[in-house]
Every structure is written in structure tokens, then in C-alpha cells.
């Protein structure tokens, strides 16, 4: 049975049970993508297979969003939830049983791991970001709900990787991925914080899940998302290879990414002060011109210092973006199927982060770290013109 609108009877700490549950499921599955391709090289495997083993973190997800998104529409918040947190259980278990196994049996349990982690991961995001937006009254709660929200995974990329990282130098892979099998379980201890709401039946049949990129605006939107997406990748993977041709050391471009992170958890931190002054439309509109502007410098940029201001700078026009293209989203689809939209953008981010490493890689040996940072900006510039209100016509 579907669950009805659930902002009446949201309770007290809603929303830092909905964090608290992101964090418990993403924590686990990123510490889990750390650990997995360290153990993979420890034992010999070559790097292709390492690549292989991140990209089934993002392919299952690709495979699943759907389903995961009518999951959430149509039960709510702690079914697909509970289901997630199994998932990754399961996930970490098989990952401690590939310690045991180890050879050729362990890296293929690996991979098992690696998908059911990334499944049970964006399961549980999408019940999240779906839950979050029914239970924001308006467009300014919506951005502050999902700029809160938004750090969420910021945190989680820190608590995961450092936490095992430990356990590991300490005592083994085993221990870590034990030790992460704590995470999860605040997952399902917050999720007692939300509400359980009154059954609702579904509106008539809405024909198949294709149907709604229909929906007036949805497809500029999620191209817009596509465009912005694309930047944090090219930033993740450019970004070392530039500092590599300058002779930067590992822990000098090691600080200019974490000053991009930092940029974006402080921007996100802000935004729910000033919701209530800001259009969406504006201001991702201005997000991608700027972010095209940055990318324009990042290849001048002459000394670490330089590169630190350029992550700064990115940090903030690509923090702002996720809560309003989140409340934009929620705007432009009907309450029952949000689930389902948040799946499409899952789906294009997902797909991007599994495609576009290998275009970058292949891009980057032919013209250069420089080259890719300046045509991915111009795209991003250049399609700043396609971030339109809902009832703008073109």
C-alpha cells in the first residue's frame, strides 16, 4: 500500500533522523569503496581490475534506480529502508567473507560486495531525498531541507574512509569491514524517529515510469543536473593529473580536493539561513556560469595556492545546485512519483560516474588536464541557457 503525504505528521528530529540514516548507509558503502580496491591491489590485482570493482559501486544503482524509486513511492520511508540497510549488511559480510577467501574467490566476492553496497546505498538515498521532500511545506523548507540533506554525504565520505583506514593499519581488513557493519544499524535505530503514515491509495494508472520525463521542464532539469554532475567528476579526476604535471606532491593535491569538500559542506551549511531570498532558477543559472568561469581558470592557476582558491570558488557554485535542482524536482513531478524522478536523476549521476572516467581518461592522455578542464567548462557555461523556470517556454 502507498503512504499518503507524510508532512503532517512529521515528528520532532525528522530531519536529523533522515541525516543520521544517509550517513549510516553511505558511510558504510564509501568505506567499503575504499577498503575493497585496497585489498583488491594488495593481492595483486591490476589496476583495470581495481577500475572494475569501483564502476559496479555506480552500475548496480544505474540497474535499479527504478525499481528502488516505485519501492519508495509505493511504501514509503521504512520499507526500502530496512531493505537497504539488508543490503549493505549483506554487502560487508561478503566483504569479510573475501578477507577469509582472498585470490581470484575473494576479488569476485568483492565485486558481489561492490554491488549490493552501492544498491542498498542508493536505495536508501532515494527513500531519503523522497521522504524529505514530501515532508517540506514550500519551496524555501525544500531548499533548506535538502541543503541540510546535502551534507550528508560530505560527512559520510570522511567518517567511512577514516574509520575503516584505521581498522585497517590496525588490525586488518577483516576488523574494518566489521567495524562497519556498526554503520548501518544507525540507519535502522534513526529510522524509528519517522513517522509511519496513514496508507493512501494511489492516484489511477500513470502508464510506465518513461512517462513522466513528459512532464513539462523534467528533461532540461535533468540535463542541467547532467551538465553539473559531469564537473564534479572532471574535478575529481583532473584535478590529480594537473597537480601530477606540476610535480605537486600526493598530499598537497590531497588538500586542494578536501578544500573543494570543505567549500561545499560550508555553502550547504549556509544556504538554510537564506532560503527564503533565493529562486532556484537564478540561482543555478548562475551556479553553471560560474562554474564554466572556474573551470576557465583552473588550468592558470600557477601554484597550489592558486588551485586551493579555484576549489574554494567551485565549491560553492556546485554546492549551491543540489538543493535547488532537489526542490526544483519536487516541483515539476507529482507527489506519488517522486520517487520514480529521483531515480532518473540517480540513474544520469550514476551513469556519468561510471561512463565518463574512461572518456576522461582517454581524453586527458590525448590533449591534457588543461584542455578537458576548459571544454567541460565551456559546456557547462554554454548550457546555463537550457536552466529555465517550469512555465518558460523553449
Not at 595483486?44 to 569501483?54: I, M, T
Not at 527513500?127 to 560527512?155: K, M
Not at 547532467?226 to 579526476?237: G, R
Not at 559546456?379 to 546555463?384: H, Q, Y
Request: aromatic content about 8%.
Amino acid at each position: 500500500m502507498a503512504e499518503a503525504d507524510p508532512a503532517p505528521q512529521r515528528g520532532a528530529g525528522w530531519l536529523a533522523a533522515l541525516i543520521a540514516g544517509q550517513v549510516g548507509l553511505h558511510a558504510a558503502m564509501a568505506g567499503l569503496r575504499m577498503a575493497a580496491p585496497l585489498q583488491a591491489l594488495r593481492e595483486g590485482f591490476s589496476p583495470w581490475a581495481v577500475g572494475l570493482l569501483l564502476a559496479l559501486f555506480a552500475a548496480a544503482p544505474v540497474a535499479l534506480a527504478l525499481h528502488s524509486g516505485r519501492l519508495a513511492d509505493r511504501h514509503g520511508y521504512h520499507r526500502p529502508v530496512y531493505i537497504a540497510v539488508v543490503l549493505e549488511i549483506t554487502a560487508l559480510l561478503i566483504a569479510l567473507a573475501a578477507d577469509f577467501a582472498g585470490g581470484t574467490p575473494g576479488f569476485v566476492l568483492l565485486c558481489v560486495a561492490a554491488m549490493l553496497a552501492g544498491a542498498g546505498a542508493n536505495m536508501g538515498m532515494l527513500t531519503i531525498q523522497r521522504t524529505a521532500g514530501l515532508a517540506a511545506h514550500d519551496g524555501p523548507e525544500r531548499v533548506r531541507v535538502f541543503s541540510w540533506l546535502g551534507i550528508a554525504p560530505s560527512f559520510s565520505n570522511v567518517v567511512g574512509p577514516v574509520a575503516i583506514g584505521f581498522a585497517i593499519d590496525l588490525a586488518g581488513f577483516g576488523v574494518g569491514y566489521a567495524l562497519m557493519l556498526l554503520l548501518p544499524l544507525v540507519t535502522l535505530i534513526t529510522a524509528r524517529r519517522v513517522a509511519r503514515v496513514v496508507p493512501a491509495a494511489r492516484p489511477g494508472r500513470d502508464g510506465t515510469a518513461w512517462d513522466l520525463l513528459d512532464a513539462p521542464g523534467l528533461k532540461r532539469l535533468l540535463l542541467v543536473n547532467w551538465l553539473l554532475s559531469m564537473c564534479w567528476d572532471v574535478h575529481s579526476f583532473a584535478v590529480p593529473i594537473l597537480g601530477h604535471e606540476r610535480g605537486y606532491s600526493a598530499s598537497t593535491i590531497g588538500l586542494v580536493l578536501g578544500t573543494f569538500t570543505m567549500s561545499v559542506t560550508a555553502v550547504r551549511a549556509v544556504i538554510p539561513w537564506i532560503a527564503h531570498r533565493l529562486d532556484e532558477t537564478t540561482v543555478v543559472r548562475a551556479a553553471m556560469l560560474g562554474t564554466g568561469v572556474v573551470f576557465a581558470a583552473y588550468p592558470l592557476a600557477s601554484s597550489p595556492w592558486a588551485m586551493g582558491g579555484c576549489a574554494v570558488l567551485l565549491g560553492v557554485t556546485l554546492g549551491v545546485v543540489q538543493p535547488m535542482i532537489m526542490s526544483t524536482l519536487h516541483q515539476l513531478t507529482p507527489a506519488h512519483r517522486h520517487g520514480e524522478a529521483l531515480a532518473f536523476r540517480s540513474m544520469a549521476i550514476n551513469a556519468s560516474s561510471t561512463v565518463m572516467p574512461l572518456i576522461f581518461g582517454a581524453a586527458g592522455t590525448v590533449v591534457g588536464a588543461a584542455v578537458l578542464f576548459w571544454a567541460v567548462g565551456g559546456a557547462v557555461g554554454a548550457g546555463s541557457w537550457v536552466a529555465r523556470r517550469p512555465g518558460e517556454a523553449g
